[in-house]
């Protein structure tokens, strides 16, 4: 259906996966929204005879021909030049004279206090300059796209933007530390950028956030990754379910956690033993484990966790 309205009235957009927007061939506005799921849609123009609904038969009748007519939609591949993206500031950790020299003490102290290891500081060249620090994003030849950015808690004043990518580069077609993680037979996957550095060491990474796009559901596919374990924050289901979709349409293996709060709230120990149980719910086909209600006892009871 994607490829039938691509053919005929073209695609203004997806509102969701399963949705479109096009231009409706009743009324000529650009309101006709079709669900190709559920192969039922509405324009939302009010003069409009399809304002109540429209079928796949309407379709038909405006086009001439069904959506198994007609030959395939080619995409058009437009070369676009990629954004030259330069990591603000200067390392947070440097080697000098066989001797580990920083730029930004309070940088420094801030990741530590993270609990993000000095190697990873020190081979990720890790930056910093008066207020932020920053992780450089690169693709799978090592070359920097894109950087995350988080103000230094001193900097974090109301109305301040705590997290920051590179002004007109995008994330949704990598992963971070890509040239490593595509190794991993099990992989595990945290919406925090900071987050998932200082869980590098349980093969964790990140997609940037909660989902998964296409794209990078095709690298983890096929790459050497087998298991995905999902550690995102609290409410994030259905950004889970729709990732878990993905990666079982590719082959891949992929359960998630349900969790209050976000992984950084508890004990780095905890989050390892928790992470084993969804890797194993993967394996054997379940979708989530909850944990929620262990969660409300370490609310109660943080020493008896720590």
């Known amino acids: 259906m994607l490829d039938y309205f691509h053919r005929t009235s073209g695609v203004q957009g997806q509102p969701t996966p399963d949705e479109v927007q096009t231009n409706c061939p009743m009324c000529g506005s650009d309101k006709l929204y079709f669900n190709i799921k559920k192969l039922i849609g509405v324009c939302h123009s009010a003069s409009c005879e399809w304002h109540s609904k429209v079928f796949v038969d309407d379709l038909i009748e405006a086009f001439g021909f069904s959506p198994a007519q007609g030959g395939e939609w080619e995409r058009e591949e437009k070369e676009v030049a990629r954004l030259e993206v330069v990591v603000p500031g200067n390392l947070v950790l440097c080697l000098q004279d066989q001797q580990l020299m920083s730029y930004s003490p309070a940088a420094l102290e801030y990741l530590r206090g993270r609990e993000i290891p000095d190697k990873i500081i020190l081979n990720w060249e890790l930056r910093a300059d ?3 620090v920053y992780v450089p994003i ?3 030849n090592g070359t920097v796209v894109n950087y995350n950015s988080r103000l230094l808690p001193a900097f974090c004043t109301e109305g ?3 997290y920051l990518y590179s002004k007109g580069a995008k994330t949704g077609n990598y992963i971070l530390g890509w040239v490593e993680s595509r190794d991993w037979e099990d992989m595990a996957l945290v919406e925090n950028t900071y987050v998932s550095l200082a869980y590098r060491d349980m093969h964790c990474t990140t997609t940037f956030g909660s989902n998964v796009s296409d794209v990078q559901a095709d690298l983890i596919a096929d790459s050497g990754c087998r298991t995905v374990a999902i550690l995102w924050d609290e409410n994030a289901e259905q950004g889970a379910d729709r990732s878990i979709k993905k990666l079982h ?9 349900k969790i209050l709060g976000q992984p950084d709230d508890y004990d780095t120990e905890w989050v390892k033993a928790k992470l084993e149980i969804v890797r194993e719910a993967a394996r054997s086909g379940k979708h989530w484990v909850d944990f929620r209600e262990e969660c409300k006892i370490i609310a109660q009871n943080p020493a008896d966790f720590s």
């Open 249 to 257: 349409e590719r082959g891949v293996k992929a359960a998630y956690w």
């Open 160 to 162: 301040a933007k705590k």
């Open 130 to 132: 008066f207020d932020r």
């Open 138 to 140: 690169s693709d799978v």
